[in-house]
């Protein structure tokens, strides 16, 4: 069935970089959510979108995160200014169409800040 | 937002019956439980959704009072395979999504 494709799964970057993690849904056209899960920890919910328009942007960090989607399909998540507790792995999720509220995972972007 | 409150870990062995309750006091009307599992270094993946009295697929059951204040997630026969972590989530409108909060989830230890 249709998943959800993150990239990159792996990104190394010093301290003070900026970072784009990517997240295509594939089937396109749902609802689009993101979440941070530090090491042993649960999942922080980030932002979802519905189409292009995110209505709740209040789970972001702080100012230097950021999200967009474009064409209601692919979204990416920018960080600025990387710091070290940004250090964790970026989920995103499509909502399934059958039943509620039943999202589809993808395997997540593992984000190390050095 | 409904919020979830779910055991931090339960141990249990092969073979036994593991029953994992979440409590969402505050849940609404068009609210439905939906229950994940989560591997290590995997995205979490959908086990099991009811709204109300009790579902039962392939993997698990999920029974739910009349009162929907809680749900209990109930896995027969676990394996080792079955070591994860669980959560609960309470959702709102159907397809529509809405801001989706996981609780901290249940870390599930299986012992031979």
């Known amino acids: 069935g249709a998943g959800v494709s993150q990239s990159p799964s792996n990104k190394v970057t010093e301290k003070g970089k900026d970072v784009e993690l990517r997240c295509d849904p594939i089937?396109?056209?749902?609802?689009l959510y993101w979440y941070r899960q530090s090491l042993g920890q649960g999942l922080e919910f980030l932002i979802y979108?519905?189409?292009?328009?995110?209505?709740?942007k209040s789970g972001l960090p702080s100012d230097r995160f950021s999200a967009e989607r474009t064409g209601g399909s692919v979204s990416t998540l920018t960080i600025q200014r990387t710091q070290q507790e940004d250090s964790a792995v970026y989920l995103c999720?499509?909502?399934?169409?059958?039943?509620?509220?039943?999202?589809?995972f993808g395997a997540g972007s593992r984000l190390t800040v050095l | 937002l409904a919020k979830t409150t779910q055991p931090i870990s339960m141990d249990s062995y092969e073979g036994q019956e593991v029953n994992i309750t979440c409590s969402h006091n505050?849940?609404?009307?068009?609210?439905?439980i939906t229950w994940y599992q989560q591997f290590p270094s995997q995205g979490p993946r959908f086990i099991i959704q009811?709204?109300?009295t009790k579902v039962t697929n392939e993997v698990a059951s999920l029974f739910i009072p009349a009162d929907r204040k809680s749900s209990t997630l109930s896995l027969p026969r676990v394996s080792l395979s079955d070591t994860a972590v669980y959560y609960c989530?309470?959702?709102?409108?159907?397809?529509?999504?809405?801001?989706?909060?996981f609780g901290q989830g249940t870390e599930l230890s299986v012992k031979p």
């Open positions: 009811g709204y109300k």
């Open positions: 999720a499509r909502l399934r169409g059958a039943g509620a509220n039943v999202l589809t």
């Open positions: 505050n849940i609404a009307t068009n609210d439905y």
């Open positions: 989530l309470v959702g709102e409108e159907y397809n529509q999504g809405g801001k989706l909060i």
């Open positions: 089937s396109g056209h749902t609802a």
């Open positions: 979108f519905q189409g292009n328009s995110a209505p709740d």
